[in-house]
């Protein structure tokens, strides 16, 4: 539904639910930092040796250092947290090594995981005011600068998410050189926050669970969720190429060993991964965990916080990249260029300057993803597509961006109006849902988990330890705090039995109750108001089925590559749940295919 009349209500809807927010203050790049005082009466750190503790809150819950000096000098710092993994934890390590270097806390925090990064420097002050240091009195250590260009490698990729990890991975396992320049201080973007699964078809788990699903049936979901705009190409490059993907990505040893249905689906596609405990997890920072870690082993130069403002072109051609730097601008001299930033949906002007109906709306996208490459890659000759075809998901909290993952109504998660009633499909189309949503009284819903959903659930556990969710011990209290009509509510959750009971949804057509987790019988119950905001670009920089850049004059831009969301054409006016990781990982490793085959030929 590429109608307007969708985005004029949406337009609408958030001017009343989301007054006052600002859709690019959403994430742990925003929040407020806490702050350690200094002791007031300090000890000569010289004199100070021993292991002193100290203690803040990041952005996914607590953060214990321990901290060794040795006649005051910081020689080891150990840390527990309960930090969101790859995010926080990539943030921490970093900044860990620069305080242990340069013998001091003031240090710049890591972009990108700013919240982790202040706190874990704040338990480190707090350790020393511990020990009666005062850590400005610490004798820091002069460190060499090791800032060096230009750089010179086979191959450059422009951004470390999901498919520039991919990419990477893909070139180091072919014995490539390959530099990775990344605008943040850590690998992840919009990967990172990636929270239901990757969508796969033909797949050895479907067929162990004798999930009967075709890559025309993959096929079609997609053509159909994205109203048939899509470029058909692109997408049975995607549906063909996604078995592979997941048999690879469980080579590197990143299995995804959960089926689960997402919005859109006639058959269970969603491969997710699951922790120690079987229990579900979100798929974006397990697999940017496991590909930043595979990507290093093999030996991927990763440059971190440089912000590429321009392609070197020579006669037509790709060479390299020109970064921006703390420390001045960077070149990266190469063979070939694959470009994989991702969209722009925390570029708040570029997003209203394409779909001026979308201003004031709030945005679940990680705070770097602002659109950068549409710049340089114009300035480079590309051409683009449906770059007015952004897409809105529908459970989003308003106060701060969190998106609350599609996979929970694909477990069996429901949504509730303010009167307490069902009114959709919850495993409809994002669009669909999302308008449907606006239709209802305050322009939200109400999204419904039980105790059995929680307990088999460590993303819900996540969301409830972040304050998302709301704790209801019975129904009453849950239509207290949804401020409906108790019998309503009631009504509406023995409904919902009925219909997992009977595998039948006479209301709405909703499918796969007999594939849920919960039939919601089982309290306490824990609820959440939500509302659509901006998710996904599916407009982008245009790509044939090779991922080479295509110019605005239609020909191949030799040595351009990209991959991700970055691109457009693939996902039409719509993406599908679970589509944007295959989407990452299919063509990542596609662009990095097709660069080995083009420097080969050279």
Not at 26 to 51: I, L, R
Not at 292 to 302: I, Y
Request: hydrophobic share 35%; aromatic share 4%; proline share 2%.
């Amino acid at each position: 539904m590429k109608a307007k009349n969708l985005f004029a209500g949406l337009a609408l809807a958030l001017a009343l639910t989301s007054c006052g927010s600002n859709p690019t203050d959403t994430k742990e790049e925003t929040k407020e930092e806490a702050k350690t005082e200094q002791p007031s009466k300090a000890k000569d750190a010289s004199e100070v040796s021993g292991t002193y503790e100290g203690k803040a809150t990041g952005y996914g819950g607590d953060i214990n250092v321990k901290v060794t000096l040795d006649k005051g000098v910081i020689t080891d710092i150990e840390t527990e947290e309960n930090e969101t993994v790859s995010v926080g934890s990539q943030g921490i390590e970093r900044v860990k090594d620069e305080v242990i270097a340069r013998n001091s806390t003031d240090v710049d925090r890591a972009t990108g995981a700013t919240i982790s990064s202040a706190a874990f420097l704040s338990a480190v002050n707090e350790a020393l005011l511990t020990a009666g240091v005062d850590a400005e009195n610490l004798e820091a250590k002069d460190v060499e600068d090791d800032f060096k260009t230009p750089v010179d490698t086979e191959v450059v990729v422009v951004g470390a998410g999901g498919a520039g990890l991919s990419a990477a991975i893909q070139l180091a396992q072919d014995g490539k050189e390959v530099t990775v320049v990344e605008k943040a201080s850590i690998t992840g973007g919009n990967s990172s926050l990636a929270s239901g699964g990757m969508n796969a078809s033909e797949t050895k788990l479907q067929e162990k669970e004798g999930i009967a699903d075709t890559n025309d049936l993959f096929f079609e979901d997609t053509m159909k969720g994205g109203h048939d705009i899509n470029n058909p190409d692109l997408v049975r490059k995607m549906v063909e190429s996604s078995s592979d993907a997941i048999d690879w990505l469980e080579e590197l040893g990143a299995p995804l060993t959960q089926l689960k249905f997402s919005g859109g689906q006639t058959e269970m596609r969603t491969h997710a991964p699951v922790n120690e405990e079987g229990k579900s997890i979100p798929v974006g920072s397990y697999l940017v965990d496991k590909l930043t870690k595979k990507a290093k082993e093999l030996g991927v130069n990763f440059i971190y916080d440089a912000r590429v403002n321009e392609i070197i072109m020579e006669d037509g051609v790709a060479k390299g990249v020109v970064c921006e730097t703390k420390k001045g601008d960077l070149t990266v001299n190469a063979d070939a260029v694959i470009v994989a930033s991702g969209g722009f949906g925390s570029n708040m002007d570029m997003v209203v300057k394409y779909k001026p109906e979308l201003e004031g709306y709030v945005s679940t996208n990680a705070k770097s993803i602002t659109g950068d490459a549409v710049d340089f890659l114009e300035k480079a000759g590309a051409d683009f597509i449906d770059m007015d075809q952004i897409q809105i998901h529908p459970t989003v909290v308003q106060k701060d961006g969190s998106l609350i993952s599609e996979g929970l109504r694909g477990e069996g998660a429901i949504l509730l109006n303010q009167k307490g009633e069902r009114f959709v499909d919850e495993l409809q189309t994002r669009d669909f849902v999302s308008k449907t949503i606006l239709d209802q009284e305050g322009k939200a819903a109400y999204l419904v988990v039980d105790q059995k959903m929680m307990d088999e659930s460590a993303t819900i556990k996540k969301y409830f330890d972040k304050g998302l969710l709301e704790k209801a011990d019975d129904v009453k209290k849950l239509a207290e705090i949804m401020e409906a009509d108790e019998e309503t509510v009631k009504n509406s959750i023995e409904k919902w039995k009925e219909i997992c009971a009977n595998n039948e949804d006479p209301d709405f057509g909703r499918k796969g109750m007999d594939k849920s987790k919960s039939d919601l019988s089982k309290a306490p119950y824990y609820v959440v108001k939500i509302a659509p905001g901006i998710h996904h670009t599916m407009g982008g920089v245009k790509v044939n089925t090779n991922s080479e850049v295509i110019s605005k004059d239609e020909n191949v831009i030799p040595g351009l590559y990209a991959a991700g969301e970055v691109t457009g054409g693939i996902h039409g006016g719509n993406r599908l749940g679970g589509n944007a990781v295959t989407d990452t990982v299919v063509f990542g490793r596609n662009a990095a295919k097709s660069a080995e085959e083009y420097i080969s030929e050279k």
